[in-house]
Protein backbone atom coordinates (compact mmCIF):
# COMPACT_ATOMS: atom_id res chain seq x y z
CA UNK A 1 0.00 0.00 0.00
CA UNK A 2 1.15 3.49 -0.84
CA UNK A 3 -0.46 6.58 0.53
CA UNK A 4 2.05 8.55 -1.42
CA UNK A 5 1.04 10.32 -4.60
CA UNK A 6 2.23 8.65 -7.62
CA UNK A 7 5.28 9.19 -9.30
CA UNK A 8 5.63 9.02 -13.27
CA UNK A 9 8.18 5.57 -13.31
CA UNK A 10 5.34 4.31 -10.93
CA UNK A 11 2.80 5.51 -13.68
CA UNK A 12 4.58 4.25 -16.47
CA UNK A 13 4.48 0.64 -15.79
CA UNK A 14 0.78 0.95 -14.10
CA UNK A 15 -0.67 1.85 -17.18
CA UNK A 16 1.56 -0.64 -18.95
CA UNK A 17 -0.05 -3.47 -16.71
CA UNK A 18 -3.35 -2.36 -17.51
CA UNK A 19 -2.95 -2.78 -21.31
CA UNK A 20 -1.30 -5.94 -20.73
CA UNK A 21 -3.90 -7.29 -18.51
CA UNK A 22 -6.80 -6.22 -21.39
CA UNK A 23 -4.99 -8.50 -23.73
CA UNK A 24 -4.79 -11.30 -21.40
CA UNK A 25 -8.65 -10.82 -20.48
CA UNK A 26 -9.67 -11.04 -24.38
CA UNK A 27 -7.55 -14.26 -24.34
CA UNK A 28 -9.27 -15.21 -21.20
CA UNK A 29 -12.85 -14.50 -22.85
CA UNK A 30 -11.88 -16.16 -26.27
CA UNK A 31 -10.99 -19.27 -24.59
CA UNK A 32 -13.98 -19.14 -22.43
CA UNK A 33 -16.18 -18.48 -25.51
CA UNK A 34 -18.73 -16.88 -23.01
CA UNK A 35 -18.21 -13.91 -20.34
CA UNK A 36 -18.41 -9.94 -20.26
CA UNK A 37 -16.56 -8.17 -22.64
CA UNK A 38 -17.31 -4.38 -22.32
CA UNK A 39 -16.86 -4.08 -18.48
CA UNK A 40 -13.38 -5.66 -17.96
CA UNK A 41 -11.58 -3.74 -20.48
CA UNK A 42 -12.99 -0.34 -19.25
CA UNK A 43 -12.14 -1.08 -15.44
CA UNK A 44 -8.34 -2.28 -16.41
CA UNK A 45 -7.02 0.71 -14.84
CA UNK A 46 -8.74 0.53 -11.65
CA UNK A 47 -7.85 -2.98 -10.97
CA UNK A 48 -4.10 -2.67 -11.57
CA UNK A 49 -4.13 0.15 -9.39
CA UNK A 50 -6.07 -1.16 -6.82
CA UNK A 51 -3.75 -4.66 -7.00
CA UNK A 52 -0.11 -3.12 -7.44
CA UNK A 53 -0.64 0.42 -5.63
CA UNK A 54 -3.40 1.04 -3.32
CA UNK A 55 -4.12 -1.91 -1.00
CA UNK A 56 -2.54 -3.60 1.83
CA UNK A 57 -2.24 -7.27 0.58
CA UNK A 58 -0.26 -10.24 0.24
CA UNK A 59 -0.99 -12.72 -2.51
CA UNK A 60 1.47 -15.28 -0.78
CA UNK A 61 -0.69 -15.02 2.40
CA UNK A 62 -4.56 -14.17 1.22
CA UNK A 63 -5.79 -14.67 4.34
CA UNK A 64 -3.62 -12.12 6.57
CA UNK A 65 -5.60 -10.61 8.90
CA UNK A 66 -4.96 -7.19 8.54
CA UNK A 67 -5.35 -6.95 4.37
CA UNK A 68 -7.74 -4.72 3.12
CA UNK A 69 -10.52 -6.06 1.93
CA UNK A 70 -11.72 -5.63 -1.71
CA UNK A 71 -15.86 -6.73 -2.12
CA UNK A 72 -16.20 -6.94 -6.23
CA UNK A 73 -20.38 -6.26 -6.66
CA UNK A 74 -20.70 -6.66 -10.00
CA UNK A 75 -19.50 -10.07 -10.00
CA UNK A 76 -19.70 -10.31 -13.94
CA UNK A 77 -16.64 -8.18 -14.19
CA UNK A 78 -14.72 -10.59 -12.58
CA UNK A 79 -12.48 -11.68 -15.68
CA UNK A 80 -10.75 -8.45 -15.28
CA UNK A 81 -9.87 -9.11 -11.46
CA UNK A 82 -9.17 -12.84 -12.28
CA UNK A 83 -6.52 -11.43 -14.74
CA UNK A 84 -4.73 -8.73 -12.55
CA UNK A 85 -4.68 -11.32 -9.50
CA UNK A 86 -3.15 -13.75 -11.45
CA UNK A 87 -0.59 -10.84 -12.86
CA UNK A 88 -0.19 -10.06 -9.10
CA UNK A 89 1.17 -13.78 -7.90
CA UNK A 90 -2.44 -14.97 -6.58
CA UNK A 91 -2.43 -17.95 -9.04
CA UNK A 92 -0.46 -18.95 -12.41
CA UNK A 93 -1.36 -16.57 -15.42
CA UNK A 94 -1.85 -19.66 -17.40
CA UNK A 95 -4.58 -20.68 -15.12
CA UNK A 96 -6.66 -17.82 -16.69
CA UNK A 97 -7.59 -20.07 -19.67
CA UNK A 98 -9.93 -21.97 -17.36
CA UNK A 99 -12.29 -19.56 -17.12
CA UNK A 100 -15.81 -21.23 -16.99
CA UNK A 101 -15.05 -23.94 -17.26
CA UNK A 102 -16.02 -27.16 -15.34
CA UNK A 103 -15.18 -27.27 -11.88
CA UNK A 104 -12.79 -24.21 -12.63
CA UNK A 105 -11.81 -21.72 -9.63
CA UNK A 106 -12.45 -18.92 -12.34
CA UNK A 107 -16.12 -18.97 -12.01
CA UNK A 108 -18.28 -16.65 -13.86
CA UNK A 109 -18.65 -15.06 -10.83
CA UNK A 110 -16.21 -15.19 -8.16
CA UNK A 111 -16.89 -17.63 -5.38
CA UNK A 112 -15.32 -17.18 -2.16
CA UNK A 113 -14.21 -21.09 -1.35
CA UNK A 114 -12.99 -21.67 -4.81
CA UNK A 115 -10.45 -18.76 -4.85
CA UNK A 116 -7.85 -18.03 -1.96
CA UNK A 117 -7.97 -13.47 -2.28
CA UNK A 118 -11.76 -13.40 -3.20
CA UNK A 119 -13.79 -12.31 0.08
CA UNK A 120 -16.76 -13.17 -1.15
CA UNK A 121 -19.40 -14.62 -3.59
CA UNK A 122 -20.80 -12.22 -5.97
CA UNK A 123 -23.62 -12.35 -8.22
CA UNK A 124 -26.94 -10.55 -7.60
CA UNK A 125 -26.51 -7.05 -7.91
CA UNK A 126 -26.71 -4.49 -5.30
CA UNK A 127 -25.36 -6.84 -2.43
CA UNK A 128 -22.03 -5.46 -2.32
CA UNK A 129 -22.14 -2.61 -0.70
CA UNK A 130 -23.75 -4.21 2.16
CA UNK A 131 -21.65 -7.33 2.48
CA UNK A 132 -18.26 -4.17 2.64
CA UNK A 133 -20.41 -1.98 5.19
CA UNK A 134 -20.82 -5.00 7.34
CA UNK A 135 -17.20 -5.67 6.85
CA UNK A 136 -15.96 -1.88 7.63
CA UNK A 137 -18.32 -1.88 10.87
CA UNK A 138 -16.94 -4.97 12.32
CA UNK A 139 -13.73 -3.72 11.52
CA UNK A 140 -14.75 -0.72 13.55
CA UNK A 141 -15.57 -2.89 16.33
CA UNK A 142 -12.96 -5.09 16.46
CA UNK A 143 -10.69 -1.78 16.64
CA UNK A 144 -8.94 -2.96 13.17
CA UNK A 145 -6.84 -0.62 10.25
CA UNK A 146 -7.57 -2.43 7.22
CA UNK A 147 -9.66 -1.07 4.74
CA UNK A 148 -12.44 -1.93 2.65
CA UNK A 149 -13.41 -1.19 -0.82
CA UNK A 150 -16.33 -2.32 -2.85
CA UNK A 151 -17.00 -1.80 -6.54
CA UNK A 152 -19.59 -1.72 -7.91
CA UNK A 153 -21.24 -1.31 -11.31
CA UNK A 154 -23.15 2.14 -12.39
CA UNK A 155 -26.62 -0.05 -13.58
CA UNK A 156 -26.64 -1.63 -9.76
CA UNK A 157 -27.63 1.74 -8.51
CA UNK A 158 -31.00 0.77 -9.59
CA UNK A 159 -31.11 -2.06 -7.27
CA UNK A 160 -33.07 -0.67 -3.37
CA UNK A 161 -30.41 -2.48 -1.54
CA UNK A 162 -27.68 -0.48 -2.30
CA UNK A 163 -29.38 2.71 -0.61
CA UNK A 164 -30.25 0.63 2.53
CA UNK A 165 -26.54 0.18 2.31
CA UNK A 166 -25.58 4.02 1.41
CA UNK A 167 -27.68 4.54 4.62
CA UNK A 168 -26.00 2.30 6.57
CA UNK A 169 -23.06 3.23 5.86
CA UNK A 170 -23.88 7.12 6.06
CA UNK A 171 -25.46 6.72 9.17
CA UNK A 172 -22.37 4.79 11.15
CA UNK A 173 -19.79 7.59 9.41
CA UNK A 174 -17.69 4.08 7.89
CA UNK A 175 -14.52 6.13 6.85
CA UNK A 176 -13.14 3.20 6.65
CA UNK A 177 -14.92 2.29 3.54
CA UNK A 178 -14.20 3.81 0.07
CA UNK A 179 -16.76 2.36 -2.94
CA UNK A 180 -16.09 2.65 -6.35
CA UNK A 181 -18.72 2.82 -9.21
CA UNK A 182 -17.95 1.95 -12.36
CA UNK A 183 -19.88 4.88 -14.46
CA UNK A 184 -19.50 3.66 -17.45
CA UNK A 185 -23.14 4.62 -18.56
CA UNK A 186 -24.05 0.79 -19.99
CA UNK A 187 -26.05 -1.80 -19.22
CA UNK A 188 -27.38 -5.59 -20.86
CA UNK A 189 -30.20 -3.53 -22.12
CA UNK A 190 -29.07 -0.32 -23.07
CA UNK A 191 -27.69 3.09 -21.52
CA UNK A 192 -28.65 3.47 -17.94
CA UNK A 193 -30.14 6.77 -18.77
CA UNK A 194 -32.38 5.35 -20.79
CA UNK A 195 -33.56 2.13 -19.04
CA UNK A 196 -33.70 3.84 -15.41
CA UNK A 197 -31.66 7.71 -15.06
CA UNK A 198 -29.41 7.36 -12.34
CA UNK A 199 -28.52 10.86 -12.39
CA UNK A 200 -27.79 13.33 -10.23
CA UNK A 201 -25.81 10.55 -8.75
CA UNK A 202 -23.41 12.21 -6.78
CA UNK A 203 -25.97 14.40 -5.14
CA UNK A 204 -28.06 11.38 -3.74
CA UNK A 205 -24.37 10.17 -2.10
CA UNK A 206 -24.21 13.28 -0.50
CA UNK A 207 -27.30 13.10 0.77
CA UNK A 208 -26.72 9.83 2.23
CA UNK A 209 -23.78 11.15 3.99
CA UNK A 210 -21.13 10.40 1.37
CA UNK A 211 -18.26 12.11 0.14
CA UNK A 212 -18.34 11.93 -3.62
CA UNK A 213 -15.25 11.89 -5.40
CA UNK A 214 -15.63 12.13 -9.73
CA UNK A 215 -12.51 10.85 -11.72
CA UNK A 216 -11.87 9.59 -14.70
CA UNK A 217 -11.25 6.24 -14.60
CA UNK A 218 -8.57 5.58 -16.89
CA UNK A 219 -6.53 8.40 -15.29
CA UNK A 220 -4.59 6.14 -12.59
CA UNK A 221 -2.91 8.97 -10.63
CA UNK A 222 -6.07 10.86 -10.23
CA UNK A 223 -7.72 7.57 -8.87
CA UNK A 224 -5.09 7.02 -6.56
CA UNK A 225 -5.19 10.46 -5.96
CA UNK A 226 -8.85 10.21 -5.08
CA UNK A 227 -8.29 7.03 -2.84
CA UNK A 228 -5.46 9.21 -0.47
CA UNK A 229 -8.70 11.71 0.05
CA UNK A 230 -10.58 9.00 0.86
CA UNK A 231 -8.06 8.03 3.51
CA UNK A 232 -7.92 11.41 5.14
CA UNK A 233 -11.66 11.86 4.96
CA UNK A 234 -12.63 10.77 8.57
CA UNK A 235 -15.63 11.66 9.75
CA UNK A 236 -17.89 9.73 6.56
CA UNK A 237 -17.46 6.89 4.14
CA UNK A 238 -16.21 8.23 0.41
CA UNK A 239 -17.48 6.99 -3.13
CA UNK A 240 -15.29 7.27 -6.16
CA UNK A 241 -17.57 7.80 -9.30
CA UNK A 242 -15.06 6.33 -12.27
CA UNK A 243 -16.48 7.71 -14.96
CA UNK A 244 -15.08 4.83 -17.51
CA UNK A 245 -15.28 3.71 -21.59
CA UNK A 246 -16.33 0.21 -21.70
CA UNK A 247 -14.15 -1.60 -23.72
CA UNK A 248 -11.66 0.84 -23.60
CA UNK A 249 -8.94 0.28 -25.29
CA UNK A 250 -11.11 -1.03 -28.52
CA UNK A 251 -12.50 1.59 -30.59
CA UNK A 252 -15.02 -0.66 -32.51
CA UNK A 253 -16.63 -1.49 -29.27
CA UNK A 254 -16.08 1.41 -27.18
CA UNK A 255 -19.19 2.82 -25.19
CA UNK A 256 -21.82 -0.28 -27.32
CA UNK A 257 -23.73 -1.65 -24.46
CA UNK A 258 -24.05 -4.90 -27.31
CA UNK A 259 -20.32 -5.75 -25.83
CA UNK A 260 -21.63 -5.58 -22.42
CA UNK A 261 -22.34 -9.40 -22.06
CA UNK A 262 -20.75 -11.37 -24.50
CA UNK A 263 -17.12 -12.28 -26.05
CA UNK A 264 -15.21 -11.74 -29.02
CA UNK A 265 -14.63 -14.21 -31.33
CA UNK A 266 -10.93 -15.52 -32.33
CA UNK A 267 -10.44 -13.47 -35.20
CA UNK A 268 -12.20 -10.19 -33.71
CA UNK A 269 -9.70 -11.25 -30.54
CA UNK A 270 -6.93 -10.63 -32.53
CA UNK A 271 -8.21 -7.70 -34.24
CA UNK A 272 -8.99 -6.27 -30.69
CA UNK A 273 -5.25 -7.24 -29.60
CA UNK A 274 -3.77 -5.20 -31.96
CA UNK A 275 -5.66 -2.09 -30.84
CA UNK A 276 -4.15 -2.42 -27.87
CA UNK A 277 -0.65 -2.99 -28.70
CA UNK A 278 -1.43 0.03 -30.60
CA UNK A 279 -2.52 2.31 -27.74
CA UNK A 280 0.10 0.71 -25.25
CA UNK A 281 2.78 2.04 -28.16
CA UNK A 282 1.03 5.62 -27.40
CA UNK A 283 1.06 5.40 -23.90
CA UNK A 284 4.96 4.30 -24.11
CA UNK A 285 6.08 6.87 -26.46
CA UNK A 286 4.21 9.30 -24.26
CA UNK A 287 6.42 8.80 -21.69
CA UNK A 288 9.51 8.74 -23.24
Request: glycine share 8%; with cysteine; hydrophobic share 35%.
Amino acid sequence: MNDHPIHDEKLKELEEKAMKARELTIEELVEAKSGHTAGPLGMADIFVALYFHVLNHDPKNPTWEERDRLILSNGHICPIRYTVMAMAGYFPIKELKTLRKLGTRLQGHPERERLPGIETTSGPLGSGLGQASGYAYAARMDKKQFRVYCIMSDGEQEAGNTWESAMFAGKYKLSNLTAIIDRNNIQIDGMTEDIMPLEPLEEKYKAFNWNVINVDGHNIKEFVDAVNLAKATLEKPTVIIAHTIPGKGVPDIEGDYLWHGIPPKPDEAKHFINDIRTLKGKIKSEHE
